[in-house]
């Protein structure tokens, strides 16, 4: 029973009845502050309600204006991150974790589809570690089958779904905790590069959920794994890569420094791309859940 439920049925076991006196103003007065409190308790479960299907936990990301990009001013910035700019994003579900290697074997044993790289290494495939070596084309695979077996569309990320959903809430930050370097003071947020030492516990993936959630219930929304997005790269300035030749990817990896964890930090690969420190995590239309 959750914490919203426990209170609901203490309130109503205390509730004064028909005729007692002590049901007076100042006893309503009291009660009407619990009452807000309960309100707000039981929306804001209601805003960020858990569905699950095929084995994977999804959460639901509130519709909203959603402040994105980095200041110039943010350490490890750039040169192509957005400035800070408002968003608005529409509700939708995001998978709690990144697609796992359990999680992917049930599709390739529905499709056929051969196993990705590193499929076989002792390192990277634990079953709640994080399936790597999967291009963007396999992640897209993947939310088709989704879709196919749910009836309920599936996707990659956009870039601003997965900005706002990795916030969890804040505002201004570089970070889902905050402000804080991922190791500051010995306490490890998120699994990166330490030179080829395990200072975080893992020196490759972690398994899933390893580290704190953030504000949205989310997990590795930072290191871990590199995800694939939906969109297109479009990178500044001259380059050696044309527009629409890359896909965007999020959130850092074990293989990165801290600057790479940030929010507004992106990465890029060409769509047939495939590594060890890329996965990614799927979305789920809201307004067609079941």
Same mark, same amino acid.
């Given at each position: 029973?959750?914490?919203?439920?426990?209170?609901?049925?203490?309130?109503?076991?205390?509730?004064?009845?028909?005729? #007692?006196?002590?049901?007076?103003?100042?006893?309503?007065?009291?009660?009407?502050?619990?009452?807000?409190?309960?309100?707000?308790?039981? $929306? !804001?479960?209601?805003?960020?309600? %858990?569905?699950?299907?095929?084995?994977?936990?999804?959460?639901?990301?509130?519709? +909203?204006?959603?402040?994105?990009?980095?200041?110039?001013?943010?350490?490890?910035?750039?040169?192509?991150?957005?400035?800070?700019?408002?968003?608005?994003?529409? !509700?939708?579900?995001?998978?709690? %974790?990144?697609?796992?290697?359990?999680?992917?074997?049930?599709?390739?044993?529905?499709?056929?589809?051969?196993?990705?790289?590193?499929?076989?290494?002792?390192?990277?495939?634990?079953?709640?570690?994080?399936?790597?070596?999967? %291009?963007?084309?396999?992640?897209? @695979?993947? $939310?088709?089958?989704?879709?196919?077996?749910?009836?309920?569309?599936?996707?990659?990320?956009?870039?601003?779904?997965?900005?706002?959903?990795?916030?969890?809430?804040?505002? +201004?930050?570089?970070? /889902?905790?905050?402000?804080?370097? /991922?190791?500051? +003071?010995?306490?490890?947020?998120?699994?990166?590069?330490?030179?080829?030492?395990?200072? #975080?516990?893992?020196?490759?993936?972690?398994?899933?959920?390893?580290?704190?959630?953030?504000?949205?219930?989310?997990?590795?929304?930072?290191?871990?794994?590199?995800?694939? $997005?939906?969109?297109?790269?479009?990178?500044? +300035?001259?380059?050696?890569?044309?527009?629409?030749?890359?896909?965007?990817?999020?959130?850092?990896?074990?293989?990165?420094?801290?600057?790479?964890?940030?929010?507004?930090?992106?990465?890029?690969?060409?769509?047939?791309?495939?590594?060890?420190?890329?996965?990614?995590?799927?979305?789920?239309? @809201?307004?067609?859940?079941?």
């Amino acid at each position: 029973m959750d914490r919203a439920h426990r209170t609901v049925k203490k309130m109503w076991r205390n509730k004064p009845r028909a005729g #007692d006196r002590k049901t007076d103003r100042g006893t309503l007065g009291l009660l009407f502050p619990s009452l807000c409190w309960l309100l707000a308790l039981v $929306c !804001s479960a209601l805003a960020h309600e %858990t569905l699950e299907a095929q084995s994977i936990r999804f959460r639901l990301i509130p519709a +909203g204006y959603y402040l994105l990009g980095s200041p110039l001013s943010e350490p490890g910035r750039y040169a192509d991150e957005d400035t800070p700019h408002r968003v608005r994003v529409v !509700s939708f579900y995001l998978a709690v %974790t990144e697609t796992t290697n359990a999680q992917y074997q049930g599709f390739l044993k529905a499709t056929g589809q051969q196993p990705p790289l590193y499929w076989e290494d002792k390192n990277l495939n634990g079953p709640n570690q994080p399936v790597v070596g999967v %291009t963007w084309d396999d992640a897209m @695979a993947f $939310c088709r089958w989704l879709t196919q077996v749910t009836g309920v569309s599936h996707n990659l990320p956009s870039e601003a779904q997965w900005e706002a959903a990795a916030r969890g809430g804040l505002t +201004g930050q570089p970070y /889902p905790w905050g402000a804080e370097a /991922p190791d500051a +003071g010995g306490i490890y947020r998120a699994n990166l590069r330490h030179d080829r030492t395990a200072k #975080d516990g893992y020196l490759f993936t972690a398994p899933v959920g390893s580290f704190p959630a953030n504000g949205y219930g989310l997990f590795d929304m930072a290191g871990n794994v590199s995800e694939w $997005c939906l969109d297109q790269y479009t990178p500044t +300035g001259s380059g050696p890569f044309k527009p629409g030749l890359l896909r965007l990817l999020k959130g850092g990896s074990w293989f990165s420094q801290a600057r790479d964890l940030r929010g507004a930090a992106r990465q890029s690969a060409p769509p047939g791309y495939a590594d060890g420190y890329i996965g990614f995590r799927v979305v789920r239309q @809201a307004n067609s859940a079941k």
